[in-house]
């Protein structure tokens, strides 16, 4: 299907185009057909799922392809619980498509709403000291390149260029596949409970080591710190998932609905925020269950925002965190979103955050409606003096030659690009600012 005209814009509002024209393909066969008749008029091409990235690294200046009909399993090799799935699948369908072989995903973000491909391609983590970002579950993928061809990265097939492909930012072809190493399907107990920050914040490194998975968040304007504290259990184990009720007015009515309005007011009347905020923390993030891991793992936010996130390697997260909320009382900001901070293990993937290092993660939002220039801006300087990385798909300002010296494999993954796509067919803006042209 295709259409002229109409303009796409990503789910943060940070980011829109109005391409010459929308296609979306039905298959595999579909994408290379539309980037053969793209290359053929010299024209640009991207593949969007979600639009969950807050960056333009999915804009698309000429053709926009819309994967939403790539959706599903194509392949499930049950003895290595290894599964592919086409690019456009969504993450939160994804417990579902693997239920029936008994498998699960080893670990996910908080948010579900991208599809596989936006995913692994803009590094999207989760949190727990010893387990690394989607892309580096990653065995196999099958991409269109700019020559039109499919091309197959697994262990027998083009191995080396796995590490890249799994974490490519568009800029080597179009994802159509992706295969994926599972593990044995898993529940999860979850322990959300306040906490002194200061006393979270000289005990993290104890906390992350004891527990799967830990990850805290705090609200500006306030001395508590809203922990998170997960263990694996086997599939078998009883679950105790929230109660309904509870967790409608937890997740929807409070953390959604409610916050929604303040946050508004709160763009009009800062001053209403940090009474807000110690109100939040009183009335959210103590509670207790067990229940399969997609459900623990993640979580559903409405409320519009937008966000910048800096990997630092783990034993430099107290200090940036702590210039961080000196920071903010300094400026005297109204800040109405919390930070988030969270762990992840090393990995091998060239363009990952985690490249070689065991990291920590801190997040900054703000309200959509609101100007994050100025607190991001400031963040970030902080973020760089300690070592650190920007998340792909949310905010940062950095460019080819900034990444460069922070990114061991940077020049090799631009190799690469130069012999998949010469002529920068799946390129924009984005992609020129943080590869060069």
Same mark, same amino acid.
């Given at each position: 299907?295709t259409?002229?005209?109409?303009?796409?814009?990503n789910w943060? !509002?940070s980011?829109?185009?109005?391409?010459?024209r929308?296609?979306?393909?039905r298959?595999?066969?579909?994408?290379?057909?539309?980037?053969?008749?793209?290359?053929?008029?010299h024209?640009?091409?991207?593949?969007?799922?979600?639009?969950?990235?807050?960056?333009?690294?999915a804009?698309?200046?000429?053709v926009l392809l819309?994967l939403?009909?790539?959706?599903g399993?194509?392949a499930?090799?049950?003895?290595?619980g290894?599964?592919?799935l086409l @690019?456009?699948?969504?993450?939160?369908r994804?417990?579902?498509?693997?239920?029936?072989?008994?498998?699960?995903?080893?670990?996910?973000?908080?948010?579900?709403?991208?599809?596989i491909?936006?995913?692994?391609?803009?590094?999207?983590?989760?949190?727990?000291? /010893?387990?690394?970002?989607?892309?580096?579950q990653v065995?196999?993928?099958?991409?269109?390149?700019?020559?039109g061809?499919?091309?197959?990265?697994?262990?027998?097939?083009?191995?080396?260029?796995?590490?890249?492909?799994?974490?490519?930012?568009?800029a080597?072809?179009?994802? &159509?596949?992706?295969?994926?190493?599972?593990?044995?399907?898993?529940v999860m107990?979850?322990?959300?409970?306040?906490?002194p920050?200061?006393e979270v914040?000289?005990?993290?490194h104890?906390?992350?080591a004891a527990?799967?998975?830990?990850e805290?968040?705090?609200?500006?304007?306030?001395e508590v710190?809203l922990?998170?504290?997960t263990?694996r259990?086997?599939?078998?184990?009883?679950?105790?998932?929230l109660?309904?009720?509870?967790k409608w007015?937890?997740?929807?009515?409070?953390s959604n609905?409610?916050?929604?309005?303040?946050? %508004?007011?709160?763009s &009009? %009347?800062?001053?209403i925020?940090?009474?807000?905020?110690?109100? @939040?923390?009183?009335?959210t993030?103590?509670?207790?269950?067990t229940d399969?891991?997609?459900r623990?793992?993640?979580q559903?936010?409405t409320?519009?925002?937008?966000e910048m996130?800096? %990997?630092?390697?783990?034993?430099?997260?107290v200090?940036?965190?702590?210039?961080l909320?000196?920071?903010?009382?300094?400026?005297?900001?109204?800040?109405?979103?919390p930070?988030?901070?969270r762990f992840?293990?090393?990995?091998? !993937?060239?363009?990952?955050?985690a490249?070689?290092?065991?990291? @920590?993660?801190?997040?900054?939002?703000?309200y959509? /409606?609101?100007?994050?220039?100025?607190?991001f801006?400031? &963040?970030?300087?902080?973020?760089?003096d300690?070592g650190g990385r920007?998340?792909?798909g949310?905010?940062?300002?950095?460019d080819a030659a900034?990444l460069r010296?922070?990114?061991?494999?940077f020049?090799?993954f631009?190799a690469?690009?130069?012999?998949?796509?010469?002529?920068r067919r799946?390129?924009n803006?984005?992609?020129e600012?943080?590869?060069?042209?």
């Amino acid at each position: 299907m295709t259409r002229m005209g109409g303009t796409w814009q990503n789910w943060g !509002r940070s980011a829109s185009v109005r391409p010459m024209r929308m296609e979306r393909p039905r298959s595999p066969e579909g994408v290379q057909r539309a980037v053969i008749a793209a290359a053929a008029q010299h024209l640009r091409i991207k593949a969007v799922g979600a639009g969950h990235s807050f960056t333009g690294i999915a804009v698309a200046p000429d053709v926009l392809l819309e994967l939403d009909d790539l959706q599903g399993v194509t392949a499930v090799d049950e003895a290595r619980g290894r599964v592919t799935l086409l @690019a456009g699948t969504r993450l939160h369908r994804i417990p579902a498509l693997l239920a029936p072989y008994g498998l699960a995903m080893e670990n996910l973000g908080d948010i579900d709403r991208q599809s596989i491909s936006g995913a692994i391609s803009t590094g999207t983590h989760g949190t727990g000291a /010893r387990f690394r970002g989607i892309a580096a579950q990653v065995v196999g993928a099958t991409l269109i390149t700019a020559a039109g061809e499919f091309l197959r990265v697994d262990e027998e097939q083009n191995a080396e260029l796995l590490p890249a492909v799994s974490l490519g930012l568009g800029a080597l072809g179009i994802l &159509v596949e992706v295969t994926l190493q599972c593990v044995p399907a898993f529940v999860m107990h979850a322990v959300d409970a306040p906490a002194p920050l200061d006393e979270v914040l000289e005990s993290v490194h104890d906390r992350v080591a004891a527990a799967d998975h830990f990850e805290f968040y705090w609200f500006p304007h306030t001395e508590v710190a809203l922990t998170k504290t997960t263990e694996r259990l086997p599939e078998s184990a009883v679950r105790r998932p929230l109660p309904a009720i509870g967790k409608w007015i937890d997740e929807t009515l409070l953390s959604n609905g409610v916050y929604r309005v303040v946050c %508004a007011a709160g763009s &009009v %009347a800062p001053a209403i925020t940090p009474p807000f905020s110690r109100l @939040a923390v009183k009335l959210t993030g103590d509670r207790e269950y067990t229940d399969i891991s997609h459900r623990v793992l993640t979580q559903s936010r409405t409320v519009r925002f937008r966000e910048m996130e800096y %990997a630092l390697p783990q034993e430099h997260v107290v200090p940036a965190f702590r210039e961080l909320r000196a920071l903010i009382h300094k400026r005297g900001w109204r800040i109405e979103f919390p930070v988030e901070v969270r762990f992840a293990a090393a990995d091998d !993937r060239w363009l990952s955050t985690a490249y070689g290092r065991d990291s @920590a993660y801190i997040a900054v939002h703000r309200y959509w /409606r609101n100007d994050p220039r100025e607190y991001f801006d400031a &963040v970030e300087r902080i973020m760089l003096d300690h070592g650190g990385r920007p998340h792909w798909g949310k905010l940062h300002a950095l460019d080819a030659a900034q990444l460069r010296e922070r990114l061991p494999r940077f020049d090799d993954f631009v190799a690469l690009r130069d012999r998949l796509d010469p002529d920068r067919r799946f390129g924009n803006a984005y992609l020129e600012r943080v590869l060069g042209s």
